[in-house]
């Protein structure tokens, strides 16, 4: 599969500090592919995030966003307007009084023509589902409704990478489900490459692939039923288990069957019904032998 | 409390005066300022307050949210009033006073001069957009840019203040309601007093803006933005007929002003 973010072997450390944030991080993210990052606070995450749209380059290192290297200066700009980025606190990213004149932002400052512009933001403000929104001041919004109004304002750049910051640490359940489903949507409906950093862990069940960053070392990379299902990883690195894998795991300790883990709801709500069917019928075939009660 | 202030803030609407390309405002708003200045008597206070009760009624700005905005000036028209009160000389209103009649009608001269002064400025942002209005003193402002006045910077400095006034205001009264769950006094005490009692909300204030100062940038920075050169703007400023009839009565208002002048009324 072709990687679109490549890092290689990248060390960085702020001015005056002398600890390393970034130590020696190799890492490959494929076209299209829905990448979760996590780990604790203070680990490099955003550090991570801020080398993928060239904000930061590394001291050591190369970092390629399809295929150009983040330290050359003369394309920042091609850079940049292939990554888009999210952050944490919604009202330190919008920079207008108007959700469709914050939205044009980004293709204004890319010189893009007006009438373009337009069908952008329209068509991006669709997506996330605000274009009903598109006359509103955005400080009178919501909190979820705030960060679809900055994916649009990434979204209207056309970039094929969309890196979200803990897109959903300052929101309340609703809103950060709105957040990672429309960050899901763009992933399997536009195939764009999403990287989620994210604080839950229910919030990486869908994805790909799950990166663990800690003191700015990649210590676990995988599919996410393999990162959840291995307890001793998790505790180790400070992370609680999804809900769903929890469960599971607390019913098998107390004596029932599953095969392998299953991390979303409805595939746990099956297992379960599945494996309360199967007990139900070995109980009624074995209660046949002996008489009713 | 402080989410009263209306300073900066605009109220959209539909009206003619809300439609009005904003560089037409901007240019009217100086031809309304150098006006007032030419008032000397009562016919010309008097017609300029007709003019600006006219454009308030076309913006269908309601009165009580233009009070609010003269409210914070309150004491600077105040203080202004008694000193012209009583530092005019001429007829006493009675034997012995200081006051004089000359003195009374300068007073209310000069508060209506200060009033009609931030009337006629709050009708330009309460009708227009920050980005409109930005936009419209950046194209307005663009010949110095031959200069080497930095334009762009400085009209985009004002649109990041207009759009965080809201912000800030709201994180205000978020700490000083904190401060004072703690116990802290706003109210009584002597100035100095309650000027100390401002310093817990000013050290938060200010580190939280420098914050949100480091965060913006690396998001536009993030957002492709890389000074004015090379910017386009999705709403394209037009100037239509309305826009020129509406400079036309501009202008003459200000030739009848001068000629009032003129004729020393
Ligand atoms: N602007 C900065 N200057 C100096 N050190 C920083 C700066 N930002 C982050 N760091 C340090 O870099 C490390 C990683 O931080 P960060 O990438 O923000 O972690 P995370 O996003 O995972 O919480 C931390 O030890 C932090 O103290
Ligand atoms: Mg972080």
Avoid at chain 1, 61 to 77: F, H, K, M, N, P
Avoid at chain 1, 274 to 289: D, I
Avoid at chain 2, 102 to 122: H, N, P
Wanted: proline content about 5%.
């Amino acid at each position: 599969m072709e990687p679109i973010i490549v890092f290689e072997n990248v060390h960085f450390n702020y001015p005056g500090d002398e600890k390393e944030s970034l130590h020696g991080i190799d890492l490959s993210v494929t076209r299209g592919s829905f990448v979760a990052v996590l780990g604790q606070n203070g680990s490099g995450k955003s550090t991570l995030a801020k080398h993928m749209n060239a904000i930061l380059v590394p001291n050591e290192g190369r970092v390629l966003v399809d295929g150009i290297d983040t330290a050359d200066e003369s394309s920042v700009l091609d850079v940049r307007r292939r990554v888009g980025m999210v952050f944490q606190n919604p009202d330190n990213q919008i920079v207008a009084n108007v959700v469709e004149d914050d939205v044009a932002f980004a293709p204004e400052n890319l010189g893009v023509e007006p009438k373009e512009i337009r069908r952008r933001v329209n068509a991006a403000l669709r997506l996330v589902g605000m274009y009903e929104h598109r006359m509103h001041a955005p400080h009178l919004l919501s909190g979820g409704q705030k960060q679809r109004v900055a994916i649009a304002g990434v979204i209207a750049m056309e970039p094929e990478i969309i890196v979200l910051d803990e897109p959903t640490a300052m929101l309340d359940p609703q809103g950060r489900r709105e957040v990672v489903d429309t960050a899901f949507s763009l992933c399997r409906g536009k195939g764009m490459t999403v990287v989620l950093i994210t604080h839950h862990m229910e919030e990486c069940i869908d994805a790909d692939r799950v990166l663990i960053l800690s003191e700015g070392r990649l210590t676990a990379d995988g599919r996410p039923e393999e990162i959840f299902a291995d307890k001793a990883l998790l505790e180790r690195e400070g992370l609680e288990q999804p809900e769903t894998a929890r469960l599971l795991r607390e019913l098998r300790e107390a004596g029932m069957k599953f095969p392998g883990e299953a991390l979303k709801i409805d595939d746990c709500a099956n297992r379960i019904a599945q494996a309360l069917q199967a007990e139900e019928r070995s109980r009624s075939s074995w209660q046949k032998s002996s008489p009713k009660s | 409390m402080l989410r009263d202030v209306t300073l900066g803030q605009y109220f959209p609407g539909n009206t003619v005066v809300h439609r009005l390309d904003p560089r037409t405002k901007i240019l009217l708003v100086v031809i309304y300022i150098v006006a007032l200045f030419q008032a000397q008597s009562w016919i010309g206070y008097g017609l300029v307050t007709l003019v600006t009760l006219v454009c308030m009624a076309l913006s269908k700005i309601k009165p009580s949210s233009m009070f609010k905005g003269v409210k914070p000036m309150l004491f600077i028209i105040v203080l202004t009033a008694l000193l012209n009160i009583f530092y005019t000389e001429g007829t006493p209103v009675r034997p012995g006073w200081i006051i004089t009649w000359e003195g009374i009608a300068r007073a209310v001269q000069m508060m209506l001069r200060i009033i009609l002064l931030i009337s006629g400025t709050f009708l330009l942002t309460y009708t227009t957009s920050p980005i409109a209005l930005t936009d419209g003193l950046e194209i307005l402002l663009s010949p110095l840019k031959k200069l080497k006045v930095p334009v762009h910077e400085m009209t985009m400095m004002m649109s990041m203040a207009l759009r965080f006034i809201p912000t800030l205001i709201a994180e205000t009264d978020k700490i000083m309601s904190a401060q004072k769950a703690r116990g802290a006094d706003f109210e009584t005490g002597s100035l100095i007093q309650r000027a100390k009692a401002l310093l817990p909300i000013l050290v938060p204030l200010f580190v939280s803006a420098f914050k949100r100062a480091d965060e913006l940038a690396v998001a536009m920075e993030s957002r492709c933005y890389h000074g004015g050169e090379g910017r386009t703007r999705m709403k394209q400023l037009v100037m239509r007929p309305r826009d020129y009839i509406a400079l036309v009565l501009g202008l003459l208002f200000l030739a009848a002003m001068i000629v009032l002048k003129r004729v020393g009324l």
